[in-house]
C-alpha cells in the first residue's frame, strides 16, 4: 500500500530551514512528527527525504486496510511518509511506536499532520522514539524577500553582522503581508493570494472546525471571533475581550452575545489546527520588585489570514499604520520562529507591573537569550532601543546571564550594530536563520 516517493513534486522545490533540522533528527529518531496548519509546506518537505509514502488524506484505500492490518500500510521503505497521521491517529501512532522498537533504528518514518488529535494521543509515549518539529509558513528569507544576511544564530552567538541598504519599502512590507508565507500563493498576485486567503478562512471556519470539533457550529459566528483575534494581534489574550468584540459584531455593537465557554471551544479548535499560535511570556530573574505579567500573546500563523479576516489590502493597512505595526510585528515573529528553530530556542515576549515591555525574547536551551523590538519605522530606532537598554537593566544578570543581542528590526533601511549602546539595527530585508 506504500508508493515509492518520485522526484517530480521536489525538482522546483524552495529549500526550507527546517530541512538541516529534519535530516538531524532523522538521524537521531526512529519517527519524526511534522505538525503545522494547512498548506505551509510539509508534505513536500518531508517528500523529499522520504523514500515512500502514504497520503491517509486522498488514499481511501489505505485508510480502509489500515483498520484491517496496519502492517498492509506502514511497510513501505524507510523513511516512509504519513501523510495527515491524524485521520487514523491511534491506529498509526501505535503501530509506528512498535515499529520503531522492533526495527531498532533511527530514520523509520515521518508522520505530517495538519490538526492535533482530539485526545492527542501523542500523550502516549513516544520518548526515544519521536522527534516533534513545527512547521510554518514560509519566512521572507526562504520567499526570497530576504538576503540573510544578518543571521539570528550568528547575532546569538556574539557575532555582529551588517547589512547594506535592503531592497524592501514599506509598501512592499504591506503587500507581504496579505501575500503571506503559504508556498502556493508566492507566485500568485497580491490580490489573488488575498483571495486564496480568505477561501483558506472560509474553508477552517466552515469545514474545518465544525469537523474537529464535533458541535454544531455557525460558520459566521467562528468567523467573527477569528476577526476579533485579527484586530488582537500581538496582544495578549482576553477572553473575555474576545468574546465581548465578536458578540458586538454580532449585535451590531450591542451586548456581548457570544458566550466566554464558546470562545474557548473556538481557541482550542483554531490550536488544534494551528492556525493560532501564542506567544507566552519570558519568566526571568529581575532587579527591581516588578512582577512578570503571564498571559500569552496571540498571533495567527501568518499575518496573511489576520489581513484576510480584516479585509484589509495593502492600500487599507497603508492608511492605518497602527493596523500595519501590528501585522508587521506578527509577520517578525512568524520569522523569527522559524530562524529559531535550527538553535533549539522558543520565542517569547516580555511585559512587566510596571509596563516595560518587549516585543520578542529569544531563548536558548543552553542559557542564551536575546531581546527584540519591532518597529515599522526607522525614526523609532532611537527610542527602540534605549527601550532595550532599560530592559536589559532590570534583569538580574548574575542569573539571567547578559544578553546575546539586543537588536530592533525594522521594515527598512540597514543593518548594523550602533556604536553609542551596542543594539543592532536589523532591517526585516536582511533577517536569516
Not at 513536500?44 to 486496510?65: E, G, K, M, N, Y
Not at 467573527?224 to 485579527?230: G, I, K, S, Y
Request: hydrophobic share 40%; charged share 25%; with cysteine.
Amino acid at each position: 500500500m506504500a508508493s515509492t516517493t518520485g522526484k517530480d513534486e521536489v525538482s522546483h522545490y524552495l529549500p526550507r530551514v527546517i530541512d538541516r533540522v529534519l535530516d538531524e533528527r532523522l538521524k537521531s529518531a526512529g519517527a519524526v512528527l511534522i505538525e503545522g496548519p494547512k498548506a505551509c509546506g510539509k508534505t513536500l518537505t518531508a517528500t523529499r527525504l522520504a523514500a515512500s509514502q502514504t497520503r491517509l488524506d486522498t488514499d481511501s484505500a489505505a485508510r480502509d486496510a489500515l483498520r484491517v492490518d496496519p502492517g498492509l500500510v506502514l511497510n513501505g521503505k524507510p523513511p516512509q511518509l504519513i501523510d495527515e497521521w491524524q485521520l487514523e491517529a491511534d491506529l498509526v501512532w501505535n503501530h509506528v511506536r512498535h515499529a520503531v522498537d522492533q526495527r531498532a533504528r533511527p530514520g523509520q518514518f515521518i508522520l505530517t499532520g495538519s490538526a492535533v488529535p482530539h485526545d492527542d494521543v501523542r500523550r502516549h509515549s513516544g520518548a526515544g522514539r519521536f522527534a516533534r518539529l513545527t512547521m510554518r509558513p514560509m519566512s521572507l528569507f526562504e520567499s526570497g524577500e530576504s538576503t540573510g544576511d544578518m543571521s539570528l544564530a550568528a547575532l546569538m552567538s556574539g557575532d555582529r553582522p551588517t547589512a547594506g541598504r535592503t531592497s524592501l519599502s514599506i509598501p512592499d512590507v504591506a503587500d507581504l503581508v496579505v501575500r503571506g508565507g503559504w508556498p502556493l500563493n508566492l507566485r500568485m498576485s497580491v490580490t489573488d493570494a488575498a483571495r486564496a486567503n480568505l477561501d483558506y478562512l472560509r474553508n477552517i471556519t466552515e469545514v474545518d472546525i465544525p469537523r474537529i470539533d464535533g458541535a454544531q457550529r455557525d460558520p459566521a459566528r467562528i468567523f467573527r471571533f477569528v476577526q476579533a483575534l485579527a484586530r488582537n494581534t500581538a496582544m495578549e489574550q482576553k477572553v473575555a475581550r474576545l468574546a465581548a468584540e465578536a458578540g458586538a459584531d454580532e449585535a451590531g455593537g450591542g451586548a456581548a452575545l457570544l458566550a466566554r465557554t464558546t470562545a474557548y471551544d473556538y481557541l482550542r479548535a483554531l490550536k488544534r489546527l494551528m492556525v493560532l499560535e501564542e506567544v507566552t511570556a519570558w519568566s526571568t530573574h529581575l532587579r527591581s520588585r516588578a512582577t512578570l505579567r503571564t498571559a500569552a500573546r496571540t498571533h495567527l500563523a501568518d499575518p496573511s489570514l489576520a489581513a484576510a479576516a480584516l479585509d484589509a489590502g495593502p492600500g487599507r493597512l497603508l492608511a492605518d499604520l497602527n493596523t500595519l505595526g501590528l501585522l508587521f510585528e506578527s509577520l517578525v515573529v512568524r520569522d523569527t520562529r522559524v530562524y529559531a528553530a535550527p538553535l533549539d530556542a522558543t520565542v517569547h515576549y516580555y511585559r512587566d507591573s510596571s509596563n516595560l515591555e518587549v516585543d520578542i525574547i529569544v531563548q536558548c536551551r543552553d542559557g542564551r537569550w536575546g531581546a527584540i523590538e519591532v518597529k515599522l519605522g526607522v525614526s523609532q530606532i532611537d527610542e527602540a532601543a534605549a527601550h532595550l537598554i532599560k530592559f536589559s537593566r532590570s534583569v538580574d544578570t548574575s542569573k539571567a546571564g547578559k544578553p546575546a543581542m539586543l537588536a530592533v528590526v525594522t521594515a527598512t533601511g540597514y543593518g548594523y550594530t550602533r556604536p553609542q549602546d551596542g543594539v543592532v539595527v536589523l532591517p526585516l530585508g536582511a533577517f536569516g536563520p
